[in-house]
């Protein structure tokens, strides 16, 4: 692609990491996963930690919101 990165859509960027990450044959499983936690993490250092406001952002509900904290062993940033 010669566009630069900025110009590029999401699905553009999504589709270029996505490639990579079949070559390298990461597994399905261990790469939504790895996504998840990011995407949570990032929406955690937005919304400073509240996962009320999280939740609400992200569309799910607060204990769910929490139950995937757990298991993706993300840790409370203080």
Not at 4 to 15: F, G, S, V
Not at 19 to 45: C, G, N, P, Q, W
Not at 53 to 74: D, P, S, V, Y
Request: aromatic residues 6%.
């Amino acid at each position: 692609m010669s566009k630069k990165y900025e110009e590029l859509t999401i699905h553009q960027k999504l589709e270029s990491l996505i490639r990579d990450m079949v070559e390298k044959e990461i597994h399905l499983k261990e790469a939504l996963a790895e996504f998840e936690k990011i995407y949570i993490e990032t929406a955690s250092a937005k919304y400073k930690g509240n996962k009320s406001l999280m939740a609400q952002a992200l569309g799910i509900h607060r204990n769910t919101l929490h139950n995937r904290f757990r298991t993706l062993k993300i840790k409370r940033k203080k």
